[in-house]
């Protein structure tokens, strides 16, 4: 049963990077940056509905995937940690350290919208919590709920009501040299991280509940697993997907619900449908399994990688796709994005070959060592 627990967390964390890239790839794509994808498309046109239609299969839904993988993750390392005798949160909080450093180093140099900072600040909170009796972590996931629930209801309402607007960057986010992203992204902090305001509760929300969803066995092979994740399949896909389709069609003033709120339900269900999927699976794996497993062993490095090759195909300073084809959207979108998804499932396989690790992971486990390493040598 272990063996097949870590192949579907892999799988999971795989479909969940390469999920994000296809949220990602749209403010890549466009010639206007972060400015052009929160510029909705209409779905009066062929290229309008089907860009909608792609936007609803990938906007949020995998992001709150992977939040959920990070919330497993971190109740795998408290038990490792129980397992081993070793003080809690203890060395963890260098870990949520090293994370806010590379997330910040991200933004910063690659990427507007990482989200390795707000997951840094929020496994710290987490950390603390996973040790601590039911009652205490689910009622710190009831109250940061109906926090998350008041924020995206107001801002709904005002969007709605058209006292609220999407907000997004300057053209330089899409069409100018490096060095004027970089300037960008350091004097529209402000803006481009104002997304704490949602993603902090709500990634909570989602830690926690992967915490809960380890603990009642939702990745076993077991009879308890399998009625978890057919509960989680039926209210995620059943009710999320048709909630999904209709803010992803509704209009702007209901982007805040549908990424938000819509998206993350329907994580639930792909959780619930792709462990089920996995642990049906019996035999030699295929090579689309085996390119996601691959992946999701490497994801931070998968993660970082596929914003930089974006970047390089498509922003001014590399090769300015997103200019040269910003009339043949969304059809060139559609080939950028799985040649990224191949490239990288090919890259991860042919690295974790030779390697028991991604190129990030490597060096963010000797930064992570180093300074134990030192104490260990303190006579």
Not at 30 to 46: I, K, V, W
Request: glycine residues 12%; positive net charge.
């Amino acid at each position: 049963m272990r063996t097949e627990r870590i192949q579907a967390l892999d799988v999971l964390r795989g479909v969940a990077i390469l999920g994000t890239l296809g949220t990602n790839i749209w403010i890549f794509t466009s010639p206007d940056g972060a400015a052009g994808f929160l510029d909705l498309p209409t779905p009066d046109s062929a290229a309008g509905f089907t860009e909608l239609l792609l936007r609803f299969l990938s906007n949020g839904k995998f992001l709150a995937l992977l939040s959920l993988m990070f919330g497993i993750g971190l109740e795998l390392q408290y038990r490792s940690a129980r397992r081993r005798g070793a003080r809690w949160p203890g060395w963890y909080l260098w870990r949520a350290a090293l994370l806010f450093v590379e997330g910040t180093l991200h933004y910063i140099l690659i990427f507007e919208f990482d989200v390795l900072m707000y997951y840094a600040i929020v496994s710290v909170l987490v950390a603390f919590l996973v040790g601590r009796s039911d009652r205490v972590r689910r009622t710190w996931l009831v109250v940061q709920a109906a926090i998350h629930l008041g924020l995206v209801g107001l801002l709904t309402a005002a969007m709605l009501g058209g006292t609220g607007t999407l907000s997004g960057g300057t053209p330089a986010a899409g069409t100018g040299n490096w060095f004027a992203q970089v300037a960008d992204r350091i004097s529209m902090a402000a803006v481009y991280r104002s997304e704490v305001v949602l993603v902090l509760p709500l990634s909570t929300v989602l830690f926690l509940l992967g915490v809960e969803l380890l603990r009642a066995g939702a990745l076993e092979d077991s009879a308890r697993g399998h009625r978890l994740r057919t509960k989680l399949s039926g209210f995620g896909l059943g009710i999320g997907v048709p909630l999904n389709l209709f803010t992803t069609f509704g209009g702007q003033g209901l982007f805040v619900l549908d990424r938000y709120l819509a998206a993350p339900v329907v994580a639930l269900g792909l959780l619930g449908l792709i462990t089920t999927l996995v642990l049906r699976t019996r035999g030699e794996p295929g090579p689309l399994r085996r390119g996601l497993t691959a992946v999701g062993r490497a994801a931070l490095s998968g993660y970082i990688f596929q914003n930089l090759a974006a970047g390089v195909l498509c922003y001014g300073w590399g090769l300015g796709l997103a200019a040269t084809f910003a009339d043949a959207r969304p059809w060139w979108v559609i080939v950028v994005y799985i040649g990224l998804c191949g490239l990288l499932m090919t890259l991860s396989t042919l690295w974790l070959r030779r390697f028991s690790r991604g190129p990030v992971e490597l060096a963010w486990q000797w930064a992570y060592q180093a300074p134990q390493r030192s104490l260990s040598k303190v006579p």
